[in-house]
């Protein structure tokens, strides 16, 4: 069985096995229930066919001894929002892929619905040997890329549920990352601190709020809603956030949030005459160059993007006989800075 030179569907390796395209689907499945000895005779014919080849599954492979010539970046989200954390993340993933001696092409969605197809039908035709999606999509989007981009690595994501295995996922433990900012702030005696995090539906924003949820849980503290707050990842949506608390008279004395966010908690508090860290503590999370930059410096939980990157780049370029998709977390870590002095 040699391999193909173009693309190689589900029904192709069933056909190879003599089996159902269904029951090639749940070998691909790990967490399917099949026999061993069936399992691994779909996975060996789908990596000798090229479905599961070094992370590559349907990509025309590079010849061998030579290194891949494209490895392509898909970066979805608006670009109002995180601009700042998307572009350190695009540095770091242009920089790694680049000192590893490959060519990086970078495709942006803007979240616009043709212009999400415009970069799909291009990223299609760039017959790329990897594929690095991040940012954010819709679910549709997102199962459309991993349909078509099958090994695809999706960085800062966790992607779909378990019904598509079919690509890896590598990120921050943003849960730690809000268990780390909310234990500081606690053991500088902080008791009514403020949640500002994106919108609610985003997984970023549900694994901060479980994070500084368990932290309370954790010192028998009670999670108060009104200390809750959801705005649009943006700086002014920060601003306006805590605007609004302080219109209410509602009394707190820290606040975590992303480091983007935090200059609109600092644009508030100083047009208020609110000190920082006196009379308000902040944490930030992401530790982008803008925290160094505000006065004074802002406390931050790193997530660190260069990590990051390389483990992107090591789980396309590790030599395997078959794909298995890797699900990792990065754990944060805290940078105490003048914020929380």
Known sequence: MQPSRKSVSISDIARACNVSAMTVSRALRPDAVIKPATRKRILEAAAQLGYLRNSRLGRPAAEPGRTLPKIQLIIGGSPRKMVQFHASLIAALEREITTAGCECVLFCSDGDAQGFLRVLETAKRTLAHATIIAGDFADQELRALLLNFPGAVVL???GLAAENC???SIGFDNEAAAVTAMEHLLGLNRRNIVL???VPEHFFSREILSGYCAALEQRRMPVRPELIRHTDFTT???EAAIDDLL???IDFDAVFTND????????SLQRHTIAIPRQVAIVGCDDLPLGKLLYPALTTVKLDYTLLA???LDCITRQEPGFRPIRRRLAPELVVRQSTW
């Open 166 to 168: 079919t690509f890896s």
């Open 247 to 249: 219109a209410r008279h």
């Open 196 to 198: 500002l995090t994106g």
């Open 260 to 267: 983007e966010m935090a200059a609109g908690v600092y644009r």
């Open 236 to 238: 002014a949506g920060a």
């Open 310 to 312: 390389r483990e992107a």
């Open 156 to 158: 800062d994501n966790p």
